[in-house]
């Protein structure tokens, strides 16, 4: 990979936005959004602001803890805003903030939350090196910073289960 490729770049630069309507389908018998469902959606737009950082192709490594808030149901606006947090040399840490805005009501309100970990890889799969983030706010400077101590967990988890199995 070139230089040119590994240059630094803003948080803004790879923010997403995305939009879905709940139709039927997505919902269980009681006509609320499927958590699945919304898991996937939340995948997805992690996804995005994960390929626009790397500028390759990207794989979901990890997804840190959802709680699911608020019920969504169908014909809701569910809206999800997702933005790189972190780069670590092959992976990305994404936060991914979902809203439900009810068009009628003109209502919103907060739903889920959750961080996903990407790795970059070529179409081999091998692992590629992520040009390194800059956050530019104060929020994005936090969400910078909290990205590590999150990661520090993780690694003394997944530690603590490989200890666990021996």
Known sequence: MSDEMLTPRPVRDSQSEMTE???PND??????LLGGRLMHWIDMAGA????????SHVVTASVD????????RVGDLVILR????????TSVEVGVKV????YIADTAQHVASAYLTFVAIDAKGNHLKVPPV?????EQQR?????????EIRRAELERRRKAKR
Do not use: C, K, W
């Open 99 to 102: 809203f439900v805005e009810n």
């Open 82 to 89: 997702s933005s790189v947090n972190r780069v670590f040399q």
């Open 48 to 55: 995005m602001a994960a390929h626009r950082h790397a500028r």
């Open 143 to 151: 969400r910078y910073e909290d990205a590590g101590r999150r990661r």
């Open 21 to 23: 309507i709940v139709l």
């Open 27 to 32: 919902a269980n018998p009681l006509m609320a």
């Open 134 to 138: 800059i956050p530019e706010t104060a």
């Open 65 to 72: 803890h959802i709680d699911f808030l608020v019920p969504v």
